[in-house]
């Protein structure tokens, strides 16, 4: 039973377990020994999927009763997706209460989640306290709000989950004083509005790539972060950053410090690697860090969302 039980998916486990209270104990336990899955929600498409190795086993409710009862199996990727679609009135609370009983039987947490905050705050906080409740830290978060008032629910997020992994923040409207700190040090910081993230708060910022899109920096700002990582003041695990809003008759102000022009081909590769693929086009500036452990390169390249300074610790 335990061969039998171990090769099933999560699905096929979940509807064993339904059979009756024997069944339920007997995936109970193999649950309890067997690789855990990987799991992500979602309240937009409201649907919870099951991570292991290339496959994926996603579960939903939609609104629209065209999609009711839909099974389908995609391949993208180089993944396999089986998806099943049920329908009701309430699809994220139905969701949520169905997942409610898979976690107890597959003894697994969600670690990812896709939130965007357009409904009611108390529906908002409601969801937030139940994924608290699982896991107060995410490997993965892409999290978006739709007005100001829905900033609060971010605030209030985020004061109860953090992030390891990748971290991407989207808050489309905010007022000009709308101050909010992002904790801990995920990997990857992407923030796609960045206005309410001024120079205090950049140097608070722990993590090794962060990518700042219509920032508010000035020219004369961004120069004195580079002195400060230069005199080993902060951000030591620098590895990359993104930081938009720059010209390149910006550089001149910028580069006010001591560095070296270089054209080094390894190094122009490595701005189209790992944090982000710039074809590098423009002059590359070196400086070295003080305490002779680190070097970092910066370029500008007109890319994206429009000119923005690239760096890269080496």
């Not at 189209?272 to 390249?301: P, W």
């Amino acid at each position: 039973m335990e061969h039998v039980l171990s090769m099933m998916s999560p699905f096929e486990l979940i509807n064993v377990s339904l059979a009756s209270s024997r069944s339920k104990r007997a995936v109970k336990s193999i649950s309890r020994t067997k690789k855990k899955f990987s799991v992500s929600f979602s309240n937009y498409w409201s649907s919870v999927s099951f991570h292991r190795h290339q496959m994926i086993w996603s579960y939903a409710i939609h609104i629209n009763k065209d999609d009711a009862y839909l099974y389908k199996v995609i391949h993208q990727n180089e993944e396999d997706r089986e998806m099943v679609i049920k329908v009701s009135d309430e699809p994220l609370k139905d969701v949520m209460k169905w997942y409610d009983y898979a976690r107890e039987v597959l003894n697994c947490k969600i670690d990812s989640v896709t939130l965007k905050f357009n409904h009611p705050s108390s529906e908002n906080r409601r969801l937030i306290d139940w994924i608290a409740a699982q896991n107060k830290t995410m490997e993965y978060m892409d999290l978006s709000s739709a007005d100001e008032e829905s900033n609060d629910d971010v605030k209030y997020l985020l004061e109860r989950i953090h992030v390891t992994g990748i971290f991407n923040l989207e808050l489309k409207k905010y007022n000009d004083d709308f101050r909010m700190e992002i904790p801990g040090n995920p990997e990857w910081l992407y923030v796609s509005k960045s206005q309410f993230i001024d120079y205090e708060q950049l140097l608070r910022l722990k993590s090794p790539a962060i990518l700042l899109w219509e920032s508010i920096l000035t020219n004369e700002e961004i120069n004195r972060f580079l002195k400060s990582w230069m005199s080993c003041e902060t951000h030591l695990q620098l590895e990359a950053i993104v930081i938009n809003a720059v010209d390149p008759i910006s550089m001149n102000e910028i580069m006010d410090l001591p560095h070296e022009k270089t054209n080094d081909p390894k190094i122009a590769k490595a701005f189209n690697g790992k944090h982000f693929h710039v074809q590098v086009k423009n002059e590359m500036f070196t400086m070295k860090r003080c305490d002779g452990k680190k070097k970092a390169t910066v370029t500008i390249e007109n890319k994206w969302k429009g000119w923005s300074l690239f760096l890269i610790v080496h």
